[in-house]
């Protein structure tokens, strides 16, 4: 049974980067494409970007000049690095997996239970 | 970007009941377009994947189709585990946007 699970900070301060990792077990990271989503607090879903096990990525238009992604296939994780955070950044960040020869024409079948990133000072 | 605008925003019940959601695209996604429920406090769940294909273990009250750029999810027979929010999501090229949710209460 695949699972995903997000770790990092659950405070960052405005204008930092926030930083998160989410460690797949269960299965391999070089099998698929992953993509992380986030949800500000009693609000929809955005997708922030997806990253392949080659290391190449796709992000929203909307967060690319913010938004890094890497993986590390030794670990079996993935990871996001949002820079010059502010409080619209803060929500419920998750991990999920995609397909394997598309990052979602499938759609996304296996999702973390999600962190909470507050952005505050 | 594909937008997809999905209606209504909230939606009153009882069990037992048919329910039908909808979502438009923007523009043509070739059944691109998949369908997750969302309970208060979990992550959101893979109902349905290019318009009609269940995923394994969703029971069979949940269907999907789509005419063009407009797609729908029904849930006949409403159970009481049903009542949650319920996304749609474009997954024929990215930014691979979500519908802005419909809250299914009873």
């Known amino acids: 049974q695949v699972q995903l699970q997000e770790s990092g900070p659950g405070l960052v301060k405005p204008s930092e980067t926030l930083s998160l990792t989410c460690t797949v077990s269960?299965?391999?990271?070089?099998?698929?494409?992953w993509s992380w989503i986030r949800q500000p607090p009693g609000k929809g879903l955005e997708w922030i970007g997806y990253?392949?096990?080659?290391?190449?990525?796709n992000y929203n238009p909307s967060l690319m000049s913010r938004v890094t992604m890497s993986v590390d296939k030794v670990k079996n994780q993935f990871s996001l690095k949002l820079s010059s955070v502010t409080a619209a950044d803060t929500a419920l960040y998750y991990c999920?997996?995609?397909?394997?020869?598309?990052?979602?024409?499938?759609?996304?079948?296996?999702w973390g239970q999600g962190t909470l990133v507050t952005v505050s000072s | 970007d594909i937008q997809v605008t999905q209606s209504p925003s909230s939606l009153s019940a009882s069990v037992g009941d048919r329910v039908i959601i909808t979502c438009r695209a923007s523009?043509?996604?070739?059944?691109?377009l998949n369908w997750y429920q969302q309970k208060p406090g979990k992550a959101p769940k893979l109902l349905i994947y290019?318009?009609?294909t269940l995923q394994t273990g969703v029971p069979s009250r949940f269907s999907g189709s789509e005419s063009g750029t407009e797609f729908t999810l029904t849930i006949t027979s409403l159970q009481p585990e049903d009542f949650a929010t319920y996304y749609c999501?474009?997954?024929?090229?990215?930014?691979?946007?979500f519908g802005q949710g419909t809250k299914l209460e009873i």
């Open positions: 999501q474009q997954s024929y090229s990215a930014p691979f946007n």
């Open positions: 523009q043509s996604i070739n059944r691109y």
């Open positions: 269960g299965g391999y990271i070089s099998s698929h494409f």
């Open positions: 999920a997996r995609g397909g394997r020869g598309s990052a979602a024409a499938a759609g996304f079948d296996y």
């Open positions: 290019t318009a009609s």
């Open positions: 990253i392949y096990y080659s290391g190449s990525t």
